[in-house]
């Protein structure tokens, strides 16, 4: 393709953060064109309701209803695709590959479940497509494991990569709110999802972490290989106990490398108060990763808003301008030139999370009468299954019951599940409340 004088983008959506991208593509006083070395114009801008008011305003002749306003403008070198959701935003990523136009994404969903054939079409077409944006908002580790922690085996990935989560529990945690008013804050600010469950059940971080893992393990992982528990099964009483035994309650993300495989898992943990993790609060994400070379290497920033998700997005959107205005010499950045699988054959296994072993919280509700314990015990001693330590303070006089906390030693998932089986049927066990992973 001959070098274009004038770089055209097609911003598909228009919300939270195609608003920020817009800003930072018409305003006058931006360095973009500077940076890249030639003007850089927002040509059309894709959105579902012609209507709406638009916050920052937008030239009216800019708006458009009709996708094929970008796919078919010659004048459109790249699209910036900020819709989110599988279709049919995937459709339109897909056409504007097959129609030779470079990609930049933010869409978690759609790299997830159809990377590596986003990718091929990609390759075939010999186009960039880039998705800076789509895990962690502004903090550039998609990039960082492309390209400059490439040199290292990874050992593992352990981060919080959900901004909407980690603002309803430090919330929780901190001003006593209940989750449904932390919910509806982070709505308000933008940080959640068009659906929050997604957020709520982890299956937003689910995707993230699928691609943090497909990058950095350079195999297929999809979002179904990920284990995930959501946040819903927290309450107060686990923030406290928490607190009590030296711990803060953070919603993780973790891909472990051990003998050929990946153990990949999205939960709440209990995380010791001193830990970094435990202190990366509201809506901020870190990553920690763990690689053979370069040791432990922290990222931490805000993971989601407007102008933090903005700076990846219009950040790949430069290093692909730069590309273009260096002429066909200049080779189109795709997953499959960063040594990524694009036909998704996995050279590491998926470690199914019953074979973690771990620490353990368990929250129960019981019978307060003498003799409980000692059969709640004598389970999980035949489970092989270690108490390092048990707390019990709340009891409801009226019900007769009592709320106990017990804190394993490591043991193994699959036995610590089979273990809770057999205690949730005791008629002295009223309910298990809460089952969460202590990472230590
Ligand atoms: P949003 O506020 O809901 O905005 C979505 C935009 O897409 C709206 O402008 C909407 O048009 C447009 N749209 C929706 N369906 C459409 C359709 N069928 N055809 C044309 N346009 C359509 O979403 P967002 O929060 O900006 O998120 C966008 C993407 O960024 C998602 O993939 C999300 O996961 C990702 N992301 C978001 C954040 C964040 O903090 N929000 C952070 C990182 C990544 P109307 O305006 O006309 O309704
Ligand atoms: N809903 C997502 C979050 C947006 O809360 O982290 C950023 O991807």
Not at 135 to 143: A, Q, R
Not at 217 to 228: E, T
Request: with cysteine.
């Amino acid at each position: 393709m001959p070098e274009p004088d004038e770089i055209g983008i097609g911003l598909m959506g228009l919300g939270v953060v195609g608003g920020g991208v817009a800003s930072a593509l018409l305003d006058p006083e931006s360095a973009i064109s500077r940076k890249v070395g030639r003007p850089v114009t927002l040509r059309r801008v894709l959105v579902r309701d012609g209507s709406k008011e638009r916050n920052p305003a937008i030239p009216r002749e800019l708006l458009t209803t009709n996708p094929e306003d970008i796919l078919d403008d010659p004048g459109i070198h790249i699209v910036a695709e900020v819709i989110g959701g599988d279709q049919p935003a995937t459709r339109y990523l897909k056409d504007a590959l097959s129609s030779g136009k470079n990609v930049v994404t933010a869409n978690k969903e759609a790299v997830a479940k159809h990377g590596p054939e986003l990718m091929s079409l990609a390759h075939q077409n010999q186009v960039s497509l880039l998705f800076e944006a789509s895990v962690g908002g502004g903090i550039p580790i998609v990039g960082c494991l492309m390209n400059q922690l490439l040199a290292n085996d990874i050992r593992s990935i352990r981060g919080i990569i959900n901004g909407t989560t980690n603002f309803i529990l430090t919330r929780m945690a901190q001003d006593h709110s209940s989750f449904e008013q932390a919910l509806s804050e982070a709505q308000a600010r933008g940080y959640a999802e068009a659906d929050p469950t997604n957020d709520v059940d982890g299956i937003d971080a689910g995707y993230k972490l699928s691609i943090l893992a497909s990058l950095a393990y350079h195999c297929r992982f999809q979002p179904d290989d990920i284990y995930r528990q959501g946040i819903s099964s927290l309450e107060a009483n686990d923030f406290r106990y928490a607190g009590e035994l030296g711990y803060a309650i953070k919603p993780l993300a973790i891909a472990s490398y051990s003998h050929g495989a990946v153990c990949a898992r999205v939960h709440p943990a209990l995380v010791p108060l001193d830990h970094m993790l435990a202190k990366v609060d509201g809506a901020y994400n870190a990553v920690e990763v763990e690689g053979s070379l370069c040791g432990n290497v922290l990222f931490h920033g805000m993971g989601a808003g407007r102008f933090p998700t903005a700076s990846a997005v219009v950040g790949d959107l430069i290093e692909v301008a730069r590309a273009l205005a260096g002429g066909p010499s200049s080779p189109p950045v795709t997953f499959a030139q960063h040594g990524m699988a694009s036909d998704g054959t996995a050279t590491v296994g998926v470690a199914p999370v019953d074979d973690l072993t771990s620490k353990y919280y368990v929250r129960l509700t019981v019978a307060d009468r003498p003799g409980v314990l000692a059969q709640i015990a004598n389970i999980l001693g035949d489970e092989g299954i270690s108490i390092a330590s048990v707390i019990q303070k709340d009891s409801d006089p009226e019900q007769q019951t009592a709320g106990i906390v017990i804190t394993t030693h490591p043991a193994l998932e699959s036995s610590v599940q089979k273990s809770l089986r057999r205690v949730r049927v005791l008629d002295v066990v009223r309910e298990v409340n809460n089952l969460l992973r202590i990472e230590d």
